[in-house]
């Protein structure tokens, strides 16, 4: 019997094990619409192709200048070419976490959830339009907020006709969601 419980202790302690990490990996997940992952791909495929030849070309011209002006030209061309991977490995590393929503079943769904629609109408009657994204597509000036923001985090599993309260840096507000789609 003990050898049992011992195995049983490690399949627990193992499976605990495992489930930490499928959440640490949920949670390191960056939820891009298919519409956002198509733009980083483009993004990507833009600054590797076109972007990366142009900065290069920049350090060689800085390089065959005379001494006098190759310091600030070089070093400026440096920092664009910084700045560049930069965004690169960024994008990269975006891509490889990336989890692309399923705005279908987001729009079939009553509830809120992200890559859903919603219209919200606020206390002093003015309707308001939302897709619920990730935070690297959430753009607010676009409409696209994300769940994490504290207007997104409120509205997650809410249903037509129901009142959400949110607390905002302007103080608390509240909305009634009038459409889910």
Known sequence: ?????????????????????QTEMAEDAVLLTKAGYDRLVEELNHLKSVKRPEVAALIREAQELGPDQLDAQYEDAKNQQA??????????RT???????????????????????VTLKGADGKSHK?????????????????????????????KRGEKVKVTTPR?????????VS
């Open 95 to 117: 891509l490889e976490q990336a989890s692309i929503i399923d705005e279908d079943s987001a729009h079939k769904s009553k509830t809120v959830q992200v890559g859903s629609n």
């Open 171 to 179: 103080g608390e507000t509240e909305f009634t969601v009038t459409s």
């Open 1 to 21: 019997m003990p050898l049992e419980s011992n195995k049983q202790r490690r399949r627990t302690a193992n499976s605990r094990a495992l489930s930490r990490k």
């Open 83 to 92: 700045f560049l991977e930069g965004r690169i490995s960024e994008i990269e």
């Open 130 to 158: 939302y897709q619920v994204v990730g935070p690297t597509e959430a753009d607010p000036s676009q409409g696209r907020i994300s769940h994490k923001s504290p207007i997104g985090r409120a509205l997650l599993g809410k």
